[in-house]
């Protein structure tokens, strides 16, 4: 079993930084692809982000919505079993709940139901 848990949103200005933290437990986490999807009010739940299994050839490769793509950065460190979105340069269009989830299989994906466990989700609002 793998829990997964999220930290860091709150309330910001447009154009403005907030840096969530997923953390993970349960299991050898270095081998999964870890992704963020959001899902703003009224709407489905959309890719965000993925980073891909890390292996000691590869710090491993990362994936972007096309909405975040050169404002949002996913990172990973697997000495702390826990992976990050760095959000920069935040637009009210950004405020949605932001999901954590793990992908055991390790191969990259931005389908929702390929993903194996969520986290609980942790609310971002982008003021105007």
């Known amino acids: 079993q793998v829990q997964l848990v999220e930290s860091g949103g709150g309330l910001v200005q447009a154009g403005g930084s907030l840096r969530l933290s997923c953390a993970a437990s349960?299991?050898?986490?270095?081998?999964?692809?870890m992704g963020w999807f959001r899902q703003a009010p009224g709407k489905g739940r959309e890719f965000t982000a993925v980073?891909?299994?890390?292996?000691?050839?590869?710090?491993?490769?990362?994936y972007y919505g096309d909405s975040v793509k050169g404002r949002f950065t996913i990172s990973r460190d697997n000495a702390k079993n826990t992976v990050y979105l760095q959000m920069d340069s935040l637009k009210p269009e950004d405020t949605a709940v932001y999901y954590c989830?793990?992908?055991?299989?390790?191969?990259?994906?931005?389908?929702?139901?390929?993903?194996?466990?969520w986290g609980q989700g942790t609310q971002v609002t982008v003021s105007s």
């Open positions: 989830a793990i992908r055991l299989s390790g191969i990259m994906s931005k389908v929702i139901s390929e993903y194996d466990y």
């Open positions: 980073i891909i299994n890390w292996n000691r050839f590869s710090a491993g490769s990362t």
């Open positions: 349960g299991r050898t986490f270095s081998r999964y692809a």
